[in-house]
């Protein structure tokens, strides 16, 4: 007898009850002898009639049972998006309708390869790998034809009875059936019992079919609930992640609609402007940043217009706290999945103490030739001195004291700066470095912190440079603001390098070589280049001199060998 735990029908129980009625009178008759022979016989088929009418409806009740359970399973695989719980669900189901004594679930693999996901038994208790003892012929014959494959005794069944699977494994009741979504074959139900034969009938492969029909669309829904949900897993984890990338940029980003109201800011964007995002969200630019959202809402309407990006757009702000802030700030139009554009995505650096840094560094220019500075490597120049040998200029106005005891201070400076500007510009470009500004005059040396083999002779040229930039400045200032500069130009040995503690240091240049250059200039005239012996030893074929008298300096002993420039020799002739 096949297990069945649903409800049944009643109906074949007074069916039989009346032909046993039937049968009870008619032998009563028969002893009685009071009915005719015709009479009998009208008697017996109404028995007869009456008992194959129960066996009918004892069959329409299994029938009708089974339709129930499969309605009832198919309600119940239906219910459940669980693959695997759906798959036992099916598989406990199939084996107690069919009275199967296992029941294997087997679905393609991406490979296309019949991959065995539940193996259940009567018991409905999972079976073992090593139990799986089926037939591959069958499965197969159902993969290659897509048709149902029933046998009631496959050991002297004339298509499977040669198969060593069938003969090995014992194998006698089977019943394989194809799952199917769409004509796409996605599956098999194989189920067999290994004892008894004929366990299976007709009515119980029309019944798996229609069963598998609905099990397959379960299968598939099952499946597709499981992707959907490990891509929504991941939609989840890609926007935690974009979430914590957003939240961890440097720069301040704000994103805003086409009406510039915030729709999400970043925690560099609520820290610059001191707001949380659920004080910025839905809010307009206008208001949370006023002194800049006039200029900056121009240019957010100039990318929603072209739908292009603005890059590295500078603009400033005057904040409460923090003053004026020097922002860069990139636009890019903000697009859904559709490339429709539906905002703009802000992304704003402070760049306040860059270009301060950029000022500083220009200003350092003016000291230093840029050719020597982008060389410098900042790493490699340690706090403290080395000793070089470097051709040493100082150049002092002439006339200045006087000058500034008739003119304000303003105009003092405006003046000074002009004859200090020409004198710098001459030194940079011969590449020297401009040590320090002392009130009129200027320092610089050449053949350090690079080696310069013609240190002298680049001396020597930026001294004839700012002779020649003084007479230009003469061209177009006052006459009595005409001043000329007395310059010393020595060569020896210095203690170079960055001198000073961490909060201040200098690169400068210290040593006696430094003192004889400023006594040397403190003797030159107005317009006149004076040349150390040591100087001029380094260029004397290179250039037109005057010997003069030697210099008595204060700080020497000995006096002082000097050489007067005239100009350098034409080496072309």
């Known amino acids: 007898m096949k297990n ?16 046993q009625q039937v049968g009870k009178l008619l032998e009563q008759l028969i002893h009685l002898q009071t009915v005719s022979p015709e009479e ?35 309600q119940a695989v239906n219910s459940s998006l669980r693959l695997d719980e759906v798959l036992c669900v099916v598989m406990d189901t199939i084996v107690r309708l069919t009275g199967a004594e296992r029941g294997f679930l087997m679905l393609m693999d991406p490979q296309g390869e019949m991959v065995t996901h539940i193996a259940r038994n009567w018991e409905q208790e999972s079976i073992q790998a090593q139990d799986y003892a089926i037939s591959r012929t069958i499965i197969d014959q159902v993969i290659r034809t897509g048709g149902t494959v029933l046998t009631t005794n496959a050991r002297q069944d004339a298509r499977f009875r ?17 799952l199917r979504v769409k004509d796409e074959l996605i599956g098999v139900l194989y189920t067999d019992n290994r004892i008894r034969s004929g366990i299976f009938t007709a009515s119980d492969k029309e019944l798996l079919t ?4 609905q099990a397959a669309v379960a299968i598939e829904n099952a499946r597709l609930y499981e992707s959907i949900h490990a891509n929504l897993a991941e939609v989840v984890e890609l926007k935690d992640l974009m979430d914590n990338i957003f939240t961890s940029i440097g720069s301040a980003v704000i994103t805003v609609d086409l009406q510039a109201q915030v729709m999400q800011s970043n925690h560099a964007a609520e820290s610059l402007l001191g707001l949380s995002n659920n004080e910025m969200v839905g809010r307009n630019l206008a208001d949370l940043i006023p002194s800049l959202a006039r200029d900056l809402c121009l240019h957010i309407d100039e990318v929603i217009r072209t739908d292009r990006q603005i890059r590295d757009l500078d603009l400033s702000q005057r904040m409460p706290e923090l003053g004026q802030v020097e922002w860069r700030i990139h636009l890019s139009p903000l697009k859904d999945a559709d490339q429709t554009t539906r905002g703009v995505a802000i992304v704003m650096d402070d760049m306040t103490e860059r270009k301060k840094l950029e000022e500083q560094r220009r200003l350092l220019e003016r000291m230093v030739s840029p050719a020597v500075l982008q060389q410098l490597d900042p790493n490699s120049l340690l706090t403290g001195g080395t000793q070089s040998d470097i051709a040493i200029l100082f150049a002092d106005l002439r006339g200045f004291t006087q000058f500034g005891e008739r003119h304000t ?72 603001a005409h001043l000329s500069f007395g310059v010393g ?38 317009d006149q280049i004076l040349l150390s012996q040591d100087a001029y030893l380094q260029v004397k074929d290179l250039i037109q001199v005057k010997q003069i008298a030697p210099l008595l300096v204060k700080g020497k002993t000995e006096p002082i060998q000097v050489y007067e420039l005239h100009g350098l020799h034409d080496l072309n002739r």
């Open 489 to 526: 130009i020595h060569f020896g040995r210095a203690v170079l390098g960055l001198i000073g503690t961490e909060k201040r240091i200098d690169y400068t240049a210290i040593g006696d070589s430094v003192n004889t250059t400023k006594r040397i200039q403190e003797n030159a005239g107005a």
């Open 40 to 74: 009998m016989q009208s008697l017996s088929d109404l028995e007869k009639s009456l008992s194959e009418l129960g066996e009918k409806a004892k069959v329409l009740e299994e029938e009708h049972n089974k339709l129930l359970a499969l309605a009832n399973t198919t």
């Open 409 to 480: 201070p303003q105009e003092l400076v405006s003046v000074l700066n002009q004859y200090l500007a020409a004198a710098a510009d001459a030194i940079l470009a011969e590449e020297g470095t401009v040590d320090k500004y002392l009130g009129d005059s200027v320092m610089a040396w050449f053949n350090a912190p690079l080696l310069q083999p013609d240190h002298t002779m680049r001396a020597v040229r930026a001294a004839l440079s700012i002779r020649r930039s003084v007479l230009a400045l003469h061209t177009r200032l006052p006459l009595e």
């Open 4 to 19: 069945n735990d649903l409800e049944k029908t009643t109906l074949s129980d007074p069916i039989h009850h009346l032909s």
């Open 162 to 178: 040669r198969q060593e699977s069938i003969v090995t494994h014992n194998l006698r009741s089977i019943l394989c059936v194809p």
């Open 210 to 213: 229609a069963f598998a029909n």
